[in-house]
C-alpha cells in the first residue's frame, strides 16, 4: 500500500512539473512575440538557433635551413574559437578568440565586433568594437602570410561606417591609434577603404579589386614594435594599399602592393640612416584541381619588401605551395620558401633561407 501510495505521489508531482513546464514555455513564446512585433524584427524560436560556433586549429612541422644552421619544430601554429550572435534582423555579436604559440600566451581576443547591418533592407551599415582595420586585403594560398599582411595588418578597436551595393564597397573608420605623436592620447586615427566586385552570369569569372588608405601605418601591429618609441612618434605618416583578385575558372590571380606614402622621420625608423619608407607587395598565381577524390591547388609566389629592414621582412621571397583537403574540412599543406636578406651594405646579411613547412589545419 505504501508503494502504491509513494508512485502515486510521484506521479502527481511529475505531472505538476510537466504542466509548470508548459506554462514557462507558453510565457517565454508570448514574451518573443511581443518583443518580435515592438522590434518589427523576426521571432527566434529558440535562443540556441541565434548562436553559431566554429574554429580552426593549425599544426605546423617546419625545417630551417639557413647560413646559421639548420633548425626543425612542429608548433600549434593557430586555435581559433568564433562566436556569432544573430541577436535580430539587424543586430550580430562576433568574438575570435586566437591562440599562437609563442605569439599569444594566453589566448587572447583578437576581434569582439557589434554590427548593425541588414542588407535585405539598407546597403549602410555599422560596426562597433575590436577589429581588423579595413586596410588591405591579404589573400593568399601559401601557409606563410604575404609581406603585405606583415607589414600592413593592423587591430584596433574601432568604430566602421560602411556601404555595400551592388558590388560596391565603401567604408570609413576611426580610432584612438595605439601609437602615440608626442603623447597624445585622442581618437586621431582614420581611413578609408574603397571595394569592387563583379562575377559573370556564367559564375566562371569573377574580379575584385580595392584601395585602401591609413592616416598613420605606425600603427600597424609590426610597425608599432619596429619605430623606436611608439608613444612619442616624432611625426606620423600615411598608409596606402591596392590590389586587384582575378578568378577565371580554375586560375586564381592576387596582386597586392601597400606601404608608407612618406618617409618616416629617423627618430621614429630609419633604413641606412635616414628615414625609412616602408613597402611591400604580393603576386600570386593558383591553380585548383581535384586530385583523386581531394580538391586541391598548386600556387606560386613572388614577394618583396623594400626599407623594411627593421620589420626583420626580407627583401625577397619566392613561395611554393600544394594543398590537398584530404578529409572533410582537413586540409593538409606543403610549402617551400625561399627568403633573401637585405644586402650588407643596407644593414642586412645578405644570406638566403629555405624554409619548408607541412600543416595539418582542420576548420569546424
Known amino acids: 500500500t505504501q508503494a502504491l501510495s509513494d508512485d502515486t505521489e510521484k506521479q502527481e508531482e511529475l505531472a505538476r512539473l510537466k504542466a509548470r513546464v508548459q506554462q514557462l514555455e507558453q510565457e517565454l513564446n508570448a514574451q518573443r512575440n511581443v518583443d518580435g512585433e515592438r522590434g518589427g524584427n523576426k521571432v527566434v524560436p529558440n535562443w540556441i538557433d541565434r548562436i553559431e560556433i566554429g574554429g580552426l586549429v593549425e599544426v605546423e612541422a617546419d625545417v630551417l635551413d639557413s647560413p646559421d644552421g639548420h633548425k626543425s619544430d612542429v608548433v600549434l601554429a593557430t586555435v581559433e574559437l568564433v562566436v556569432t550572435a544573430q541577436l535580430n534582423d539587424w543586430v550580430t555579436a562576433h568574438v575570435l578568440l586566437l ?15 557589434i554590427n548593425i547591418a541588414n542588407p535585405e533592407r539598407s546597403p549602410f551599415f555599422v560596426s562597433a568594437g575590436r577589429m581588423v582595420l579595413p586596410f588591405g586585403t591579404f589573400e593568399s594560398h601559401m601557409v606563410s602570410d604575404p609581406l603585405t599582411l ?8 574601432a568604430l566602421q561606417f560602411g556601404f555595400e551595393n551592388n558590388g560596391l564597397a565603401v567604408s570609413l573608420f576611426i580610432a584612438n591609434g595605439d601609437t602615440k605623436e608626442r603623447g597624445d592620447n585622442e581618437i ?12 559573370a552570369e556564367s559564375g566562371d569569372f569573377n574580379v575584385k579589386a580595392g584601395l585602401s588608405y591609413l592616416n598613420n601605418i605606425a600603427d600597424s601591429d609590426n610597425l608599432q614594435d619596429a619605430v623606436f618609441d611608439a608613444d612619442n ?5 600615411g598608409g596606402a594599399g591596392g590590389y586587384l583578385v582575378i578568378n577565371t575558372g580554375p586560375v586564381m590571380l592576387i596582386a597586392e602592393y ?30 585548383h584541381f581535384t586530385l583523386g577524390e581531394w580538391d586541391s591547388s598548386v600556387a606560386l609566389a613572388w614577394q618583396g619588401s623594400d626599407e623594411a629592414l627593421a620589420l626583420e621582412l626580407p627583401e625577397r621571397r619566392v613561395v611554393a605551395a600544394l594543398s590537398m583537403e584530404i578529409m572533410a574540412s582537413m586540409l593538409l599543406s606543403l610549402e617551400w620558401a625561399n627568403d633573401e636578406d637585405y644586402s650588407v651594405k643596407d644593414g642586412g646579411s645578405g644570406d638566403r633561407t629555405h624554409i619548408f613547412t607541412a600543416q595539418l589545419a582542420v576548420e569546424f
Open 233 to 237: 612618434l616624432a611625426d606620423k605618416k
Open 258 to 287: 601597400l606601404g608608407a606614402t612618406d618617409s618616416f622621420d629617423v627618430r621614429d625608423l630609419d633604413f641606412r640612416g635616414r628615414g625609412a619608407q616602408p613597402v611591400s607587395w604580393n603576386l600570386e598565381a593558383a591553380y
Open 99 to 113: 591562440y599562437e604559440e609563442d605569439d599569444t600566451e594566453p589566448m587572447e581576443v583578437d576581434e569582439a565586433l
Open 188 to 199: 586621431d586615427l582614420f581611413g578609408l577603404s574603397l571595394g569592387f566586385f563583379h562575377e
Open 150 to 157: 606583415e607589414l600592413g595588418e593592423s587591430h584596433e578597436s
